[in-house]
């Protein structure tokens, strides 16, 4: 079976399904409200194992009642617990605006998951020779040590994938390129890959030139392979 390390965080987005935005300084109703359990690094999980493989997710949640629920949804499903750890303090969770047309606004409290200590990767990540990264992550309190691992995972030939995110223009900008010059597949839409350009100069070209990149676009995929 083959494995991924997924290097994202774990929470609990919370739904309100609304009609539409009032006015700012107004009032507007919430139709409905669910919860399930977030976080990019889930959805990622769930389509590995679908598609035969095992996943595990690297995240600290806390022993609150969010952190509870996140360990019992894990375990429901079968999705690996390995480098998930519960300690103390309060799991973030993100709340999300739902409008009739499918479009999601996110507003996230971040909580144990911005944690992060080379710890939590008990066997040190033996074994495993893929990795995928969020770029939500790279926003941890823990960065340089993230990186630092990532980079010792690239040399030893661990195959890397790297989604942007839209907070990607919140990376650190030598972060975003010391992960961008280990990763062997970028996956950014089209607004996350303007954030990317932005930051572009002779020397970082010379690093998108190396990277595979997949831009999605509207309702398709496209293979794209920067060479500038």
């Known amino acids: 079976m083959t494995e991924c390390v997924i290097f994202g965080g ?26 399930y359990v977030g976080g990019c690094s889930v959805n990622m999980a769930v389509t590995f194992k679908n598609l035969g493989g095992e996943a595990h997710i690297v995240s600290y949640v806390g022993k609150d009642g969010i952190g509870q629920s996140i360990m019992k949804y894990m375990t429901d499903h079968q999705l690996s617990t390995r480098y998930i750890v519960q300690k103390e303090g309060k799991t973030g969770y993100c709340m999300v605006l739902l409008e009739p047309d499918g479009e999601r606004t996110f507003l996230t409290k971040t909580g144990m998951e911005l944690d992060f200590s080379r710890d939590i990767l008990s066997d040190g990540l033996k074994g495993i ?21 990532l980079e010792d995972f690239h040399k030893e030939g661990g195959y890397i994938l790297f989604d942007p995110s839209p907070l990607v223009g919140s990376i650190k900008p030598n972060i975003l390129k010391r992960m961008m010059k280990i990763s062997n597949m970028v996956t950014p839409n089209t607004s996350e890959m303007d954030d990317i350009m932005e930051w572009i100069d002779d020397e970082k070209i010379v690093i998108l030139k190396r990277v595979n990149m997949v831009v999605q676009y509207m309702k398709k995929t496209i293979p794209l392979i920067i060479c500038l």
């Not at 006015?23 to 919430?30: A, K, L, V």
């Not at 995928?132 to 340089?144: F, I, K, S």
């Open 10 to 35: 774990l929470l609990l987005d919370k739904y309100f399904e609304i009609e539409d935005f009032p006015e700012r300084g107004q009032d507007g109703f919430i139709n409905n409200e669910f919860e």
């Open 129 to 149: 020779k893929y990795a995928a990264v969020t770029g939500y992550y790279l926003l941890n309190n823990g960065v340089e040590e993230i990186i630092g691992v």
